[in-house]
């Protein structure tokens, strides 16, 4: 059987994405700046999808700005906050400890240029806390940049409320939603959010696209520069196709969302349960503000390579917490913000669940895991020195 369940890395695109796709390869290939009547075909595709992206997230289409996916959005939208703050001498920005990189290495690279980053502990429920964000804030703060839902965890963040702190302290605002995109309710308004960043590939949209949500009136920085798309704040001819994929995938997704989260979040608890029994796993970050998909435990004694390839032999997709594709040794950086220690981060699981995953799938993975489990322990020199010590 196969099982995938790495869906926080990407999912597959969804029959309704690809069937809005497939003529905007074939038919609507025109540049939507072309002033003939193939252009204005793909003119009247672009235009619609900015409507649903912007319908969906209770934003204008003025506000809805197309780029290459989370990662791009994000560092635009920093770079929106960082230029705008330096020129009223605000060079402090807030965020956490367990933002993607997209974040992190965009705030890096800022500090070295002079801004001054405060990363806001996320304890050891994987939650930030508003009293945390509250005491960071300072007269030069620029901008509160915290995720909605954490990729690896999947914990969950009380952005409405940041969002009104910062909306009361006067500061920008922006959310990674890119794991929460499609899969838990987002309304920019309701949610006080200034920018926010989404992925179309994490919601069974295509690769390569996402959106830069930006309140009206912030005044944006491009990241690159050429020609007029999106207002001259995004230049490059438009990804058509992708971009119409994902704004059917994003519709489809909120549409279902009603029914397709606690169905999820059924496969999710019993997947929790039953690996839970396996003994000396720990479940990291809170257990009830987790996005409906997600499962992340520790595996005491042993390694989360070996599992996650011993995991597949049987055909299970999974993840583990190392930073196993750069083949890095380091645990992840979101594992160690939550106060595991290397030993327990390098035993982490994770697997990611969608609508598409089915009752017996979870089965299957209840069946196979615990073996695998006893196996590389009883050939693990770290089990075998837990157990004597017990
Ligand atoms: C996947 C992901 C990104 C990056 O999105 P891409 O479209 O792959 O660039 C950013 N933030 C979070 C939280 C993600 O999960």
Same mark, same amino acid.
């Given at each position: 059987?196969?099982v995938?369940?790495?869906n ?6 969804s029959?309704t ?10 038919e609507a290939y ?5 002033? &003939?009547h193939?252009? @204005? ?8 999808a900015r409507?649903t #992206?912007?319908d /969906?997230?209770? =934003?204008e289409?003025s506000?809805i700005?197309?780029?290459?996916g989370g990662s ?5 939208a920093?770079?929106?906050a ?11 920005i807030?965020?956490t ?6 974040v992190?290495?965009t705030?890096?690279?800022?500090? +070295?240029?002079? /801004?001054?980053?405060?990363l806001?502990?996320?304890?050891e ?7 945390d ?7 030069d703060? =620029?901008?509160?940049?915290?995720? /909605?839902a954490?990729n690896e ?5 009380p952005i409405?409320?940041?969002? =009104?702190?910062?909306k ?12 929460? =995109?499609g899969?838990?309710?987002i309304?920019? +308004?309701?949610q ?8 179309a ?5 295509p ?6 949500f930006?309140r009206?009136g912030i ?5 690159i520069e ?5 207002r ?6 438009e990804?058509l196709?992708?971009?119409v994929?994902m704004?059917?995938?994003? +519709?489809?997704a909120?549409d279902n #969302? ?11 608890n019993?997947?929790?349960?039953g690996?839970?029994k396996?003994?000396?796993v ?10 409906p ?8 004694g042993?390694?989360?390579e070996?599992l996650l @390839? ?13 930073a196993c594709t750069?083949?890095?040794?380091d645990?992840? &950086?979101?594992l160690?913000a ?7 981060a390098?035993?982490?699981l994770?697997?990611?669940l969608s609508? /598409? ?6 089965g299957y993975?209840?069946e196979?895991l615990?073996p695998?489990v ?6 693990s020199?770290?089990?075998?020195? #837990? +157990?004597?010590?017990?």
């Amino acid at each position: 059987m196969n099982v995938y369940a790495d869906n926080a890395a990407t999912t597959k695109v969804s029959r309704t994405a690809l069937d809005a796709m497939l003529p905007c390869f074939t038919e609507a290939y025109g540049n939507p700046s072309s002033p &003939h009547h193939i252009g @204005m075909e793909a003119a009247k595709r672009l235009i619609a999808a900015r409507k649903t #992206m912007a319908d /969906y997230l209770g =934003a204008e289409p003025s506000e809805i700005i197309f780029t290459s996916g989370g990662s791009e959005a994000d560092n635009q939208a920093i770079a929106t906050a960082a230029i705008l703050g330096s020129k009223k001498g605000k060079k402090h920005i807030i965020s956490t400890k367990f933002e993607h990189h997209a974040v992190l290495h965009t705030l890096s690279k800022l500090e +070295k240029e002079g /801004y001054e980053v405060t990363l806001l502990d996320v304890y050891e429920d994987g939650i930030v806390r508003l009293e945390d964000v509250e005491a960071a804030i300072r007269p030069d703060t =620029a901008l509160v940049t915290i995720m /909605y839902a954490n990729n690896e965890i999947g914990t969950v963040q009380p952005i409405k409320e940041i969002g =009104a702190l910062c909306k009361e302290k006067g500061v920008l605002f922006h959310t990674d939603a890119v794991q929460a =995109a499609g899969h838990l309710p987002i309304n920019v +308004k309701e949610q006080n959010i200034d920018m926010l960043s989404l992925s179309a590939h994490k919601f069974h949209g295509p690769k390569g696209v996402g959106v830069f949500f930006v309140r009206r009136g912030i005044p944006i920085t491009a990241i690159i520069e050429g020609g007029a798309q999106e207002r001259g704040k995004r230049a490059g001819t438009e990804n058509l196709p992708a971009i119409v994929g994902m704004a059917a995938a994003f +519709k489809e997704a909120c549409d279902n #969302m009603s029914v397709n989260m606690p169905k999820v979040e059924a496969l999710r608890n019993r997947l929790i349960d039953g690996i839970l029994k396996i003994d000396e796993v720990i479940l990291n970050g809170d257990r009830e503000k987790r996005l409906p998909g997600n499962v992340n435990v520790s595996v005491k004694g042993i390694e989360g390579e070996s599992l996650l @390839m011993m995991l597949d032999q049987q055909g299970i997709c999974a993840s583990s917490g190392s930073a196993c594709t750069s083949g890095s040794l380091d645990p992840s &950086h979101v594992l160690l913000a939550i106060g595991l220690t290397h030993e327990v981060a390098h035993g982490s699981l994770r697997l990611t669940l969608s609508e /598409y995953n089915t009752e017996e799938e979870i089965g299957y993975i209840l069946e196979k895991l615990p073996p695998i489990v006893d196996r590389l322990r009883s050939m693990s020199p770290v089990w075998k020195k #837990m +157990k004597e010590v017990k």
